[in-house]
């Protein structure tokens, strides 16, 4: 069953986002989280900036030399 959020519903939160999002708080990194669910970098990096402006929250913390880690929804 899809998930929805918006006005309305009108996005769905794909099962992509979802392993995503899971493979960056395993492996700490967008490169490597990307690699795991066999994306390029730049899908995944347009899959979180889509979602952040839909929802005007980040969903993770880049840190150049530091990685990437999930932040807080509040």
């Given at each position: 069953m899809p998930w929805f959020y918006g006005e309305n519903s009108a996005h769905e939160l794909s099962d992509e986002l979802f392993a995503l999002l899971n493979a960056i708080q395993k492996s700490g990194a967008l490169?490597?989280?990307?690699?795991?669910?066999?994306?390029?970098?730049?899908?995944?990096?347009?899959?979180?900036?889509?979602?952040?402006?839909?929802?005007?929250?980040?969903l993770v913390q880049l840190q150049r030399g530091k990685g990437a880690s999930l932040t807080g929804l509040v």
């Amino acid at each position: 069953m899809p998930w929805f959020y918006g006005e309305n519903s009108a996005h769905e939160l794909s099962d992509e986002l979802f392993a995503l999002l899971n493979a960056i708080q395993k492996s700490g990194a967008l490169r490597s989280a990307a690699e795991t669910c066999q994306v390029s970098y730049r899908h995944a990096w347009g899959l979180l900036q889509t979602l952040e402006q839909n929802i005007g929250h980040p969903l993770v913390q880049l840190q150049r030399g530091k990685g990437a880690s999930l932040t807080g929804l509040v």
